[in-house]
């Protein structure tokens, strides 16, 4: 089981860990690594012939990572061997009633055989075998790979929350800047506010000398329409509760990306509509000042889990 005590903070899609361990016998290899993906692909490469694995395997690697493609690769081999010979007493055993079925029939057939020496029974296949330990049973084999993965994972973890806690500072900075910018936003729009007015008022002038007989209620109308497209305040206020929702996520713990991605397509919005509606050449670049540092953030965004 991967350890929960340290399930803290954003995690990194990018990791890597690999890990060596042995038991009765068996040497092995694990190499985990993965890469940024729009969901969770995991690529296994197994040895054959442990029932099981896979299964245990697939259930750790997804309560471990959430999102990612993934690539887990597992190598066997033998452990260190020795030059002493041991005797399959099964092997011996099968062996050994062989020859005395062979000598009983030959007998009854009145035919002599040569006496077996011990060399020759062991030279038979399966009686004796050159060095190394038996391997363990699947089952037990089963459960030393999947103890030992937990580890593998903890590190593979480590290494993403490191990368993570990274790239939330990065993204702090720049939810900063874009609460920054929104500010200035704010001013810039108080500050027009008098030569809006004054836009109104002449445009008011212009149309009552136009068309006289124009209905006050009707120019008036259109007149207050100018005056909300002109507005940027709802604007602001959204940029706001995304700047507190943004810095909410980046506390929080667990999978965070796909909800600032989210998050940054509000942002978009928002200072695309703060362009089109600012009416000022100071109010339209801190608009392109945000979009950039927007776009900066959503470059980060996409490599977290």
Same mark, same amino acid.
């Given at each position: 089981?991967?350890?929960?005590? !340290? ?105 002599? *055989? ?14 004796? !075998?050159?060095?190394?330990?038996? @391997? ?9 790979? @999947? ?75 259109? @007149? ?25 996520? *980046? ?31 100071? @109010? ?5 000042? *945000? ?15």
């Amino acid at each position: 089981m991967v350890n929960q005590t !340290q399930a803290k903070g954003p995690l990194s899609m990018t990791g890597f860990a690999a890990r060596q361990g042995a038991a009765a016998g068996v040497e092995w290899a694990w190499d985990l690594r993965a890469v940024n993906g729009k969901g969770f692909d995991l690529r296994l490469r197994l040895p054959e012939g442990i029932e099981g694995l896979e299964a245990g395997v697939r259930e750790a690697m997804a309560r471990a990572v959430a999102r990612g493609s993934v690539q887990l690769t597992l190598k066997l081999t033998a452990g260190e061997v020795s030059d002493a010979m041991r005797i399959n007493p099964a092997g011996l055993a099968a062996a050994l009633a062989a020859l005395a079925s062979v000598e009983a029939q030959a007998a009854g057939q009145g035919i002599e *055989l040569a006496a077996t020496s011990a060399a020759q029974v062991l030279a038979l296949r399966g009686v004796a !075998q050159q060095g190394g330990a038996e @391997l363990p049973d699947p089952a037990a084999l089963r459960a030393a790979l @999947l103890a030992d993965l937990a580890g593998l994972l903890n590190d593979f973890n480590a290494m993403r929350r490191a990368e993570g806690a990274a790239l939330a500072r990065v993204l702090a900075a720049q939810i900063d800047r874009i609460a920054e910018l929104t500010a200035t936003a704010a001013e810039a729009a108080e500050a027009r506010r008098p030569e809006v007015a004054e836009a109104l008022k002449a445009a008011l002038a212009r149309v009552a000398d136009a068309a006289p007989g124009a209905d006050p209620g009707r120019v008036a109308a259109e @007149l207050a329409m100018l005056a909300i497209k002109a507005d940027v305040t709802e604007e602001l206020d959204r940029l706001r509760a995304h700047i507190a929702a943004a810095r909410a996520h *980046l506390a929080a713990d667990g999978p965070i990306g796909r909800k600032l991605e989210f998050l940054t397509q509000e942002f978009v919005r928002e200072a695309n509509t703060l362009c089109s509606k600012s009416g000022s050449t100071r @109010l339209t670049a801190i608009g392109l000042d *945000l979009k950039h540092v927007i776009d900066q953030m959503r470059e980060q965004i996409q490599n977290l889990e």
